[in-house]
């Protein structure tokens, strides 16, 4: 298909068939599996998917991409236009669990994670394409500059680790930036206890919201001041002076728990 590559949907598209190959290994496909891959584009992915799924659900902003999926012939390929940030997933996958396998737009990756952890119920697994980036904010420890949001809220949920360092040539057209394959395996259990999903999300974005400031002062800055915001930072086991990119996935977890009475 002679496609031009359109800016607004940050279409970069994959032609390394060294690095799908390295994708389809992490996703460890089985005959029985359904999968949801998002921007096939010009089908690198969706080529190798199709014989070796029983089910390919695929979402397609571009018309003219999707027009073609359209017209594919094969009869387990399910195509969805539109933007995967605003189409109900639980509506377009009735069947869970879906493996996602995704080559991301990067102007979107972000949030589509977010998307992705509001919808974790429906994935066993995840293969993504992130730029480089944002593929180490997501693996991030504890103490570093990459530790942050991503960091903590996925982790909460998924095993997470890099499968392959992608160079810009293995796109067309080749973006300004070196990307990471990563591989989220969905725990049974999370790994901490999380009473109420967005409360946490809330406290998690509020201690990072100014992070160079000390939890007091960012938690307080983010509409967490109360009077008795240190006692519950110290009872927490926390050092209010201390700044969130220190804290651990426990830490947080009874942070949130202390400070929810406060605003329930």
């Known amino acids: 298909m002679n496609h031009r590559p359109k800016k607004r949907f940050g ?6 068939r060294h690095v799908v190959d390295g994708i389809l290994n992490a996703a460890g496909l089985e005959s029985h599996d359904r999968v949801l891959e998002i921007g096939p584009g010009l089908g690198a992915l969706t080529d190798r998917l199709l014989p070796e799924v029983a089910r390919l659900h695929v979402i ?18 399910s ?5 995967a940030l605003a189409l109900d997933w639980d509506a377009i996958l009735p069947e869970p669990p879906y493996k996602l396998i995704a080559n991301l737009p990067y102007n979107i990756s972000s949030q589509i994670v977010f998307k992705i952890l509001d919808h974790r119920h429906l994935f066993s697994r995840l293969v993504l394409m992130f730029q480089q980036e944002v593929g180490e904010r997501l693996c991030a420890s504890p103490g570093g500059r990459d530790y942050g949001i991503l960091s903590v ?13 992608v160079p810009p040539g293995a796109f067309y057209p080749p973006p300004k930036v070196h990307s990471a394959v ?8 999370p790994r901490i206890v999380v009473e109420d999903d967005r409360f946490f999300r809330r406290v998690v974005k509020a201690a990072f919201a100014q992070r160079r400031k000390t939890l007091r002062n960012s938690l307080t800055g983010s509409g967490f001041g109360f009077d008795g915001l240190e006692e519950a930072l110290l009872g927490a086991g926390i050092d209010p002076g201390r700044r969130a ?3 651990n996935l426990e830490e947080f977890g009874r942070l949130a728990q202390l400070i929810k009475p406060h605003f329930s």
């Not at 195509?79 to 933007?83: K, Q």
């Open 79 to 83: 195509v969805h236009l539109g933007d």
């Open 11 to 16: 279409q970069n598209f994959l032609q390394d």
């Open 245 to 247: 990119e220190t804290l």
């Open 60 to 77: 397609e902003i571009d018309r003219d991409l999707g027009a073609s999926l359209q017209a594919r012939p094969e009869t387990n390929l």
């Open 153 to 165: 809220l996925s982790q909460v949920w998924f095993d997470i680790r890099r499968v392959l360092r």
């Open 182 to 189: 990563l591989c989220f395996e969905a725990l049974a259990q």
